[in-house]
Nanobody, 113 residues
């Protein structure tokens, strides 16, 4: 049973940067073979893809996300991270990581002055 632990969410001001992390506690050596990604869900909206990264490091980004959002992975630490820059109130949402087919529990990001 894969267990994903997300961290790094919180309340930030417009223009701030924030980095979210997702630790896979039970992935073991298979982590390096997994695709992973980040999604978000704003209140009243559907969950949307921010970015995905394949096991060879190939990345794809959802609409309008490339440039402000950067995904990375550390196979030795079984983590994936999402760096978010120039945040706006429209980025307020619950952010989820996915590794393989397993989802994290979500972490709230609120952008407000």
């Amino acid at each position: 049973q894969v267990h994903l632990v997300e961290s790094g969410g919180g309340l930030v001001q417009p223009g701030d940067s924030l980095t979210l992390s997702c630790l896979c506690t039970d992935c073991g050596p298979m982590f390096r073979f997994a695709g992973m990604g980040w999604y978000r869900q704003a209140p009243g909206a559907q969950r949307e893809m921010i970015t995905n990264m394949s096991n060879d490091g190939t990345t794809t980004y959802g609409e309008l996300k490339k440039g402000r959002f950067i995904i990375s992975r550390d196979n030795s630490k079984h983590t994936t991270s999402l760096q978010m820059n120039a945040l706006t109130p429209e980025d307020t949402a619950v952010y989820y990581c996915i590794v393989g087919r397993d989802w994290g529990q979500g972490t709230q990001v609120t952008v407000s002055s």
